[in-house]
Nanobody, 120 residues
Framework: VQLVESGGGLVQPGGSLKLSCSFS????????IGWFRQAPGKEREVVSC????????EYADSVKGRFTISRANAENTVYLQMNSLKSEDTATYYC??????????????WGQGTQVIVSS
């Protein structure tokens, strides 16, 4: 099972970005996927996750109302739409498989991530 993140970049505060997490494997329709981020000098933290069966979602308090996670099973992709970006959202963003729940506990391997820089 391989997951690849893309869509990061440089954006001004208040701007938007849409990240993609593409996966390739049979039977992934019902796997739960989470987005995580790690800022320089800080520990990796959960951002959001989505249930593969019913589409239920969880969000970290810091991104609620600004970020939206979604999935397109036909495209084997999970998205993270990020709006009203702040400088504190600057980090490398990763996706991986998770145990779905409030903590979005990860159990999959980590990829290279995609870097998001929010700066004027």
């Amino acid at each position: 099972v391989q997951l690849v993140e893309s869509g990061g970049g440089l954006v001004q505060p208040g701007g938007s970005l849409k990240l993609s997490c593409s996966f390739s494997a049979l039977g992934m329709d019902y796997n739960n996927i989470g987005w995580f981020r790690q800022a320089p000098g800080k520990e990796r933290e959960v951002v959001s996750c989505i249930n593969g069966r019913d589409g239920a979602t969880e969000y970290a308090d810091s991104v609620k109302g600004r970020f939206t996670i979604s999935r397109a099973n036909a495209e084997n992709t999970v998205y993270l739409q990020m709006n009203s970006l702040k400088s504190e959202d600057t980090a490398t963003y990763y996706c991986t498989r998770v145990w779905f729940g409030p903590s979005c506990r990860p159990f999959g391997s980590w990829g290279q991530g995609t870097q998001v820089i929010v700066s004027s």
